[in-house]
């Protein structure tokens, strides 16, 4: 996450967010991940393509779901909508209260 370009001009917040991402994501076997086959639009092949990548966070969980706030805070990831494996990292809690739910229906 260093290597982007952006990276000098992120806020503290928005630096932990991406780094507590990146934990999630190799905690849970991202490599891994797809969506089910009904979320995924034309263009999108795998849900791990843009994890990890120089876009906003934001649009690393692209289930079709508003999962950021205005202000660009994440505050919701679809676990159900993820092939996972593994374990949540306590990392997660960095994200504070600004996370609200972790749906796994």
């Known amino acids: 996450l260093v290597r982007d370009p952006a990276y000098s001009e992120y806020s503290l917040q928005k630096i932990v967010q991406r780094w507590v991402l990146a934990v999630f994501y190799y905690s849970l076997g991202g490599d891994g991940w797809t969506f089910k086959a ?3 639009d034309e263009d999108q092949e795998a ?3 843009s994890w990890l990548s120089e876009s906003d966070e934001c649009n690393w969980i692209t289930t ?3 999962l950021c706030n ?3 805070t994440i505050f919701e990831i679809h676990l159900s909508e993820i092939n996972l494996s593994g374990s949540i990292p306590m990392e997660i809690f960095l994200l504070g209260e600004s996370l609200g739910m ?3 229906r």
């Open 38 to 40: 009904r979320e995924l």
């Open 47 to 49: 849900v791990s393509s």
């Open 64 to 66: 079709g779901e508003r």
């Open 70 to 72: 205005n202000e660009g």
């Open 102 to 104: 972790l749906p796994s």
